[in-house]
Structures are given as C-alpha cells and as structure tokens.
C-alpha cells in the first residue's frame, strides 16, 4: 500500500513510545514468530504500523531541537519506558516550533532533568516544512493548554492539505468551525484528546455503562490521577487543565442515561509526582444504589504506562487517516474520533464506536 509520510509536533514521551512501537512492530513482522501483541488493529486496509514514516518534527527544547529524530525522542525530559533495543539513526533533524502558548510559565521552576529547556531559535514556517517533507498526517502531541500553538499547526494542516490527529485537548475536530473547515478543504481529520488504549478514561465509561446497564443508580463518581512525566508537570498549573477535565468528564457523562450533576462527579489530573516518571495511576471510585436502594461501591487502582498506552490510538488514527484520503474523505471522521478520543464531534458508547470502525474501514460507511 506504501507508506504514510508522517510529522509530530512534540517530540516528547508520546511520541518516542510512537517511534519506538513502530520499530518494536517492524522487527515483528521480519520474525517468523512475529507478534502483535498490544494492537487494536495490525492490518488496517493493507496500512501496518511499520508502513509510518515519520518525515518532519517539530519542538521547542534545546536538548531536542536541531537533534536527529532519534537521539531527540530519548532526550531529557523524556522518562517513558524503553520498548525497543535501539532506534535507527533517523534522517529526520527536528526543526524548532512556534512557542507561543506551548510552554507553562511554572515549568521555569523545575530542574531541567523535570522541564522544558527553550531554544533560542527563530521558529521555522511550518507550512513550508509540512510541503518540503512531503508530510500527509501532522500529530499533535503539545502539552495540555495549548490553545494558540495547536490552532498555528492546525491552520499550517489546512494551508498545506495535511490532515490532523489532535491527541490533546484543545477542541479543533469538534468543534464546529474547524471541523467544517477542514470538511471544506476535503483534509480528514481525528480528534480531539486521545484515549488511552486501556486507561482511566475507557475503563471509567465501560463501569458507568455498566451500572446503567444494570440498572445501578450511579450517585457519585471519583477519578483521580498522578504521574511523572511532563504532561503531568505540565498540569499543575489549573489555569491549563479547564478543557482536560472537561473533556474527561464529558467522556464519562455521555454514556450515562441521565448525567451527574456538577458536585457529584470529578474527574481530572491530581498531582505530580516525580519519581512515577512516565507511569500514572488511576484512583476511581464509584457509589450507586441497586435493588431496593441498596448501595454499591467500586474502588479501583490502574497503574499504566502512560505514553505507550496513548500510542497503540494513535497508530489506529493516523491509518484511519491515510484510509480517508485515499477514498477522497474530509471533514472529522466520525468512526474514529469517537474510538480513539475523549472529546469527538460526536460521541459513541464505546462498543457502537467500534463497530462504526470496522464498517469504516470495510468501505461500508464514509466516515
């Protein structure tokens, strides 16, 4: 099917655990004992993970920017996991972004093995690396609260024809503006905020579903998350995190009959804590009434590797994407966001979601 030329704005634990996966994959398919293990999908409509190429990237630390690829995706402060022996010497040399909202003022106070170090240098027009590289799929990997810089990449996507996979919560697929932006330019895009593959988000949604289903008055629910990498330093500062609990918490509202009001549901980032690193963990508890009122509680710990988990999504969104050029597809695609993200246009119970894929990439439905 040939390869599906990619760029990454972020190169940060995300998306080193995205490099890695595609390498871990690759080395698989030349086995003869080869696995798959951990994929939603391996064979998307003739795409594999190995068919990823990532052809531009783009970040704002100096330990990273100017770097090959490679030796960027391993540099502090990146913490996650190694999944593979080696990366490749890659011909990618990271190109500096726009800053702009990208970095949280509190991050200064943090040593640097902990933060961002910014790069004095003058950023490059993303539009014009986005062309020159050949890229067709940009994925968005920029801490929580970017609001400006994810609207400067979004708008570099539809000024280059390059199709968009929003993986945080700043509302570009859903929200109506854009999406029908991108629908008018015929560029298809998946968002906004991607799922983990297992994590709190998609196991909080299967629960309450489930006391629905079951005829269990949900009352009151809890989510509380820590972690130790950037993304949770990031989030210390509240004043970020307003569209992350929101998109959190509506993935969670939407598959209940009737939703919680405001004071009985909380859902969000809690704290940061150093020496997790890239591991977070899940405190969830829910309380309900049964038969005859009769209470029922659940109380559950979900310890995970965090960037690793976002990855075996994205994999899955950035071959939905290739899938919708090739058949000449724009707009928000409907099927995917609702699988792979917290916040779509439109949200699926996550089995409807799915099923809604699968007929999407058999051809049965457009989007």
């Given at each position: 099917m040939?390869?599906?030329?990619?760029g990454?704005?972020?190169v940060?634990?995300?998306?080193?655990?995205?490099?890695q996966g595609?390498?871990?994959?690759?080395?698989a398919?030349?086995?003869?004992?080869?696995?798959?293990?951990?994929?939603m999908?391996?064979?998307?409509?003739?795409?594999?993970?190995?068919?990823i190429?990532?052809?531009?990237?783009?970040?704002?630390?100096?330990r990273k920017?100017?770097?090959p690829?490679?030796?960027?995706a391993?540099?502090?402060?990146?913490?996650?996991?190694?999944?593979?022996?080696?990366?490749p010497r890659?011909?990618?040399?990271?190109?500096?972004?726009?800053?702009?909202?990208?970095?949280?003022?509190?991050?200064?106070?943090?040593?640097?093995?902990?933060?961002?170090?910014?790069?004095?240098?003058?950023?490059?027009?993303v539009?014009?690396?986005?062309?020159?590289?050949?890229?067709?799929?940009?994925?968005?990997?920029?801490?929580?609260?970017?609001?400006?810089?994810?609207e400067?990449y979004?708008r570099a996507?539809?000024?280059a024809?390059?199709?968009f996979v929003?993986?945080?919560?700043?509302?570009?697929?859903?929200d109506?503006q854009?999406?029908?932006?991108?629908?008018?330019?015929?560029i298809?895009?998946?968002?906004?905020?991607?799922?983990?593959?297992?994590?709190a988000?998609?196991?909080?949604?299967?629960?309450?579903?489930?006391?629905d289903?079951?005829?269990i008055?949900?009352?009151?629910?809890?989510?509380l998350?820590?972690?130790?990498?950037?993304?949770?330093?990031?989030?210390?500062?509240?004043?970020?995190?307003g569209?992350?609990?929101?998109?959190?918490t509506?993935?969670?509202q939407?598959?209940?009959?009737?939703?919680?009001?405001?004071?009985?549901?909380h859902i969000g980032p809690?704290?940061?804590?150093?020496?997790?690193r890239?591991?977070?963990?899940?405190?969830?508890?829910?309380?309900?009434?049964g038969?005859?009122?009769?209470?029922?509680?659940i109380e559950?710990?979900l310890?995970?590797?965090?960037?690793?988990?976002?990855?075996?999504?994205?994999?899955?969104?950035?071959r939905?994407?290739?899938?919708?050029?090739d058949?000449?597809?724009?707009?928000?695609?409907?099927?995917?966001?609702?699988?792979?993200?917290?916040?779509?246009?439109?949200?699926?119970?996550?089995?409807?979601?799915?099923?809604?894929?699968?007929?999407f990439?058999?051809?049965?439905?457009?989007?």
């Amino acid at each position: 099917m040939g390869k599906i030329a990619v760029g990454i704005v972020g190169v940060g634990n995300c998306a080193s655990s995205l490099l890695q996966g595609i390498e871990f994959y690759r080395a698989a398919d030349e086995r003869t004992t080869s696995t798959h293990v951990g994929l939603m999908h391996y064979d998307a409509c003739g795409y594999r993970p190995s068919d990823i190429e990532v052809v531009c990237a783009f970040d704002v630390d100096q330990r990273k920017v100017a770097q090959p690829l490679d030796v960027a995706a391993l540099a502090p402060p990146n913490n996650t996991r190694a999944l593979y022996p080696k990366l490749p010497r890659s011909s990618v040399v990271v190109d500096m972004g726009p800053v702009l909202d990208g970095v949280a003022e509190h991050m200064r106070d943090y040593p640097p093995e902990e933060a961002f170090v910014v790069a004095e240098r003058r950023p490059a027009d993303v539009t014009e690396v986005l062309r020159r590289s050949g890229a067709e799929i940009l994925v968005n990997y920029l801490p929580v609260g970017s609001q400006a810089a994810t609207e400067h990449y979004a708008r570099a996507c539809l000024e280059a024809g390059v199709s968009f996979v929003n993986c945080i919560p700043v509302f570009i697929a859903s929200d109506p503006q854009w999406g029908g932006e991108f629908e008018r330019r015929g560029i298809p895009i998946v968002g906004d905020d991607v799922k983990s593959q297992l994590g709190a988000t998609i196991v909080h949604r299967m629960l309450a579903k489930l006391f629905d289903d079951r005829g269990i008055e949900l009352d009151r629910t809890y989510q509380l998350n820590t972690g130790g990498n950037t993304d949770f330093l990031n989030m210390l500062n509240r004043a970020r995190t307003g569209n992350k609990r929101r998109s959190k918490t509506e993935a969670v509202q939407s598959v209940l009959q009737k939703p919680l009001p405001r004071t009985q549901i909380h859902i969000g980032p809690s704290d940061y804590v150093p020496w997790q690193r890239d591991n977070k963990v899940c405190f969830l508890r829910m309380e309900g009434r049964g038969f005859a009122n009769a209470p029922i509680e659940i109380e559950l710990r979900l310890s995970v590797e965090d960037s690793p988990n976002s990855a075996g999504c994205v994999i899955d969104a950035i071959r939905c994407c290739r899938v919708a050029r090739d058949r000449k597809i724009g707009g928000p695609l409907t099927s995917a966001s609702a699988y792979l993200m917290k916040h779509p246009a439109r949200q699926l119970t996550d089995d409807l979601a799915k099923e809604w894929v699968e007929r999407f990439l058999r051809g049965e439905i457009e989007r």
